[in-house]
T-cell receptor, first 117, second 111 residues
Framework: GAVVSQHPSRVICKSGTSVKIECRSL??????MFWYRQFPKQSLMLMAT?????????EQGVEKDKFLINHASLTLSTLTVTSAHPEDSSFYIC?????????????FGPGTRLTVL | GQNIDQPTEMTATEGAIVQINCTYQ??????LFWYQQHAGEAPTFLSY????GLEEKGRFSSFLSRSKGYSYLLLKELQMKDSASYLC????????????FGAGTRLAVHP
C-alpha cells in the first residue's frame, strides 16, 4: 500500500510557458500533500504544504503566484509552474501522508524532471 | 533555525558495515526519518525513530538520542545496490508534520 504517482515523469517546455504536474495517492486518502524541489546533488527542499480543500502553505522564499498548488480532492494535488524559466529546471517530488497510516510516514512519488529551454 | 548535518560522502566495501551519522538542531521534534534515494529517483522510506534507542529492520538499523540531537543509520552486509544517497529528515512539531531534510550522504559501495 501507500503508493503515490506523479505525472508526467519528464517534461520539457519553452521558457514562458506553464507546466502542470499531478500527484496522486493511489490506494489511500491523503489529507496532506507536500511538494519538494531538488536540484542536482542537493537535498529536498520543501516548497509548500497542501491540505485538501484549503489554500497551500508556502515556505519562505517560494513564490505562491509562480507555483500554483491545488489540492482539490483527497487523492489529487497539482503543482503548476507558471511562466517557467530555465532556473526552474529541477526535479519536483510530491509526497503524501494521512493520519490513518502508521507513524504518519511521508510516501514519495517518483518525481517529475522539468527542463525549461 | 533548522540545521541537519550529515557527511557528504562515504565509501565502504561490499559485505562490510557502515554507519551514517546525523545531527540536528530544529525548532521542535516529532520524529526522525531515514530515506534512501537512488540517483534520479524519489526517496524510499527506510526507518523512523521517535523514542531514544535502536530500531532494527533487517540489514538496516537506526538509532536516536534526542538529548544529544543525534541519530545514525547502520547498514550491515553491504551490497552493491546499497550505493545511493541516504537522507536524514526531522519531522518538526506543529501542524502538518513538515519534514526538514539534511543534504544527504552519498554512499559508494565497492567490491
Amino acid at each position: 500500500g501507500a503508493v503515490v504517482s506523479q505525472h508526467p515523469s519528464r517534461v520539457i517546455c519553452k521558457s514562458g510557458t506553464s507546466v502542470k504536474i499531478e500527484c496522486r495517492s493511489l490506494d489511500f486518502q491523503a489529507t496532506t500533500m507536500f511538494w519538494y524541489r531538488q536540484f542536482p546533488k542537493q537535498s529536498l527542499m520543501l516548497m509548500a504544504t497542501s491540505n485538501e480543500g484549503s489554500k497551500a502553505t508556502y515556505e519562505q522564499g517560494v513564490e505562491k503566484d509562480k507555483f500554483l498548488i491545488n489540492h482539490a480532492s483527497l487523492t489529487l494535488s497539482t503543482l503548476t509552474v507558471t511562466s517557467a524559466h530555465p532556473e526552474d529546471s529541477s526535479f519536483y517530488i510530491c509526497s503524501a501522508t494521512t493520519t490513518g497510516l502508521l507513524t504518519d510516514t511521508q510516501y514519495f512519488g517518483p518525481g517529475t524532471r522539468l527542463t525549461v529551454l | 533555525g533548522q540545521n541537519i548535518d550529515q557527511p557528504t560522502e562515504m565509501t565502504a566495501t561490499e559485505g562490510a558495515i557502515v554507519q551514517i551519522n546525523c545531527t540536528y538542531q530544529t525548532s521542535g521534534f516529532n520524529g526522525l526519518f531515514w530515506y534512501q534515494q537512488h540517483a534520479g529517483e524519489a526517496p524510499t522510506f527506510l526507518s523512523y525513530n521517535v523514542l531514544d534507542g535502536l530500531e532494527e529492520k533487517g540489514r538496516f538499523s537506526s538509532f536516536l538520542s534526542r538529548s544529544k540531537g543525534y541519530s545514525y543509520l547502520l547498514l550491515k552486509e553491504l551490497q552493491m545496490k546499497d550505493s545511493a544517497s541516504y537522507l536524514c529528515a526531522v519531522r518538526t512539531s506543529g501542524g502538518y508534520n513538515k519534514l526538514i531534510f539534511g543534504a544527504g550522504t552519498r554512499l559508494a559501495v565497492h567490491p
